[in-house]
């Protein structure tokens, strides 16, 4: 079982930047992703990173507003999240593959986080 911690959610206001921590214990993964469900929609993908460092966008999602790093010494992933909307409001799920499968794809990825929630205010 991959153990990870998600950080960084909140209240901000519109236009507002934050960013999203997903600390795990894994050492050998294929990649990791961030994905985001608001009440009543589904879950809809927000941007991946591989363990080589190659990042992928949700253009809908991520919009340019968004950043996908990773520090692998501190085997931690960062969300960058810049000019926040009120349509940015979910709750935010970091989620570990140790498989390969296409990056944004919900179903490449077997270990979820509890996630954290990100509320954007007008």
């Known amino acids: 079982q991959v153990q990870k911690v998600e950080s960084g959610g909140g209240l901000v206001q519109a236009g507002a930047s934050m960013r999203l921590s997903c600390t795990f214990s894994?050492?050998?993964?294929?990649?990791v992703g961030w994905f985001r469900q608001a009440p009543g929609k589904e879950r809809e993908s927000v941007a991946a990173i591989t363990w080589s460092g190659g990042v992928w966008y949700n253009s809908d999602s991520a919009k340019g507003r968004f950043t996908i790093s990773m520090d692998s010494a501190k085997n931690t992933v960062y969300l960058q999240m810049n000019n926040l909307k009120p349509e940015d409001t979910a709750n935010y799920y970091c989620?570990?593959?140790?498989?390969?499968?296409?990056?944004?794809?919900?179903?490449?990825?077997?270990?979820w986080g509890q996630g954290t929630q990100v509320t954007v205010s007008s």
């Open positions: 894994v050492r050998t993964f294929s990649s």
């Open positions: 989620a570990i593959a140790l498989g390969e499968g296409p990056l944004l794809d919900p179903r490449t990825y077997n270990n």
